[in-house]
């Protein structure tokens, strides 16, 4: 009878032990997961941030650059500064609200599909804003080309710097797709 007791004194030690290991399995592999989750949605809320506030900064250059300019021509001044306004504080209202999407993404509390797919939303949305927002900005570029008399010099800056900007543009793209990429995937 003392050899049973004994028996049963090993076998629940040895299963407290295993589950106490499959609890620390459990832990550090959601602290693994969290971490590399947590980096990927703390760049993408970083970039964000830049972008809302090169958007903001912008706002006033632009409209400094527009309105104080004496080349300018006087009757597109005025509604050339608005467009400008208005397509910069969208632009900037567009990332405020896909980095508060992001920040409320619960890394300790959802599953890997629940991040999976919000991540997989925000990321339509983001190329929605894109495609929207790549037509607005050749409107804005054809109305400084108006404001500045469609000047062969004012062209070909719009035409380098539309270049220049389209491939900035490419690659902080891919860099929103890699993160947004390791935050929907499962492995």
Request: glycine share 4%; aromatic share 10%; proline share 1%.
């Amino acid at each position: 009878m003392e050899e049973l007791k004994d028996i049963k004194t090993m076998w629940e030690e040895l299963n407290f032990r295993v589950e106490r290991l499959e609890e620390e399995n459990r832990r550090l592999a959601r602290e693994t997961m969290s971490s590399r989750y947590q980096t990927a949605r703390e760049r993408l809320v970083k970039r964000y941030r830049i972008f809302i506030i090169l958007a903001l900064v912008m706002i006033v250059y632009m409209s400094a650059l527009i309105l104080l300019n004496p080349l300018a021509v006087e009757k597109y001044k005025l509604a050339t500064a608005i467009y400008w306004g208005v397509f910069l504080a969208a632009e900037a209202a567009i990332d405020t609200y896909l980095m508060i999407k992001v920040q409320e993404i619960d890394l300790y509390n959802s599953t890997v599909s629940e991040i999976a797919s919000k991540a997989a939303r925000n990321w339509r949305i983001h190329k929605i804003a894109v495609a929207i927002g790549m037509p607005l900005a050749i409107g804005a570029c054809v109305l400084l080309a108006l404001l500045y008399d469609a000047d062969n010099f004012i062209i070909f800056g719009m035409i380098v710097g539309g270049v220049i900007g389209l491939a900035i543009g490419i690659f902080q793209l891919l860099k929103f797709m890699n993160y947004y990429k390791l935050l929907q995937s499962e492995n």
